[in-house]
């Protein structure tokens, strides 16, 4: 694992109306580590993936995505950040279901403008990799929601960007698939320097990922491993 900094996320505010969902988040994810982040439903987790993804702006703090600062890009600097350099795997598939599988991740392949060879390849490589080569033709209406979800993550890994950001990933996935998912996803990071950013209520990630953090009260808190048989402790500040 490098020692640069692929997110650094200084006091982020986030307010929709009178709700403040983050306050004053601090955040540092290096380059190739997998990050795990839970919390309940409604604290924030959705948001700060949000913000970091370029999707959405804050209310107050810093933000830096594999080097560059996402609040000082204009519009067209954030998208294509977005469409080159992020991949995303949302909670719902938000596949298109007029596009098969193959044409689904092929459309996320054409932004970054890659040519038809090099398109084909890689969405053949990230079909093998989930295990649905033999669904490549299907349509989203005749798949289960476990396997429209890794199509999603296939899409997203045959753009081969530098930093994933996953929210819910094996939501719908069978344990076994997941597991299957989660090495990949492991073996990704260490051979290509891949960072991993993991919104999830999923047990498993735990003892998949280099850090885990839980999102309370607005802020993030790094969750400290204890010995077998005893409950996982909280910093009282992230550091």
């Not at 703090?61 to 996402?70: K, Q, T």
């Amino acid at each position: 694992m490098k020692d640069e900094l692929a997110i650094k996320v200084r006091g982020v505010q986030r307010h929709f109306g009178d709700l403040q969902v983050l306050r004053g988040v601090d955040l540092d994810v290096h380059v190739g580590e997998l990050v795990a982040l839970y919390g309940p439903s409604g604290s924030g987790k959705t948001t700060l993936i949000n913000l970091i993804g370029a999707l959405d702006r804050p209310d107050g703090g810093s933000i830096e995505v594999l080097g560059e600062d996402v609040l000082r890009m204009n519009d067209g600097r954030r998208a294509r950040l977005r469409r080159t350099q992020i991949g995303f795997i949302f909670q719902s598939s938000s596949l298109l279901p007029t596009y098969s599988a193959v044409e689904n991740i092929d459309l996320a392949l054409r932004l970054p403008h890659l040519n038809v060879f090099e398109r084909r390849r890689r969405t053949k490589a990230a079909l093998s990799a989930v295990g649905l080569s033999a669904w490549a033709d299907h349509m989203p209406e005749e798949m289960s929601g476990g396997q429209r979800q890794r199509i999603a993550i296939a899409r997203a890994l045959a753009l081969q960007a530098p930093l994933i950001l996953a929210d819910e990933p094996t939501n719908g996935i069978d344990t076994l698939t997941t597991r299957r998912i989660l090495a990949l996803f492991r073996g990704i990071a260490e051979a290509e320097n891949t960072t991993f950013v993991i919104v999830s209520h999923d047990p498993m990630i735990v003892d998949v990922v280099d850090t885990v953090y839980d999102l309370l009260d607005g802020k993030v808190i790094q969750r400290v491993a204890e010995p077998d048989g005893e409950q996982p402790q909280r910093e009282e500040e992230h550091v």
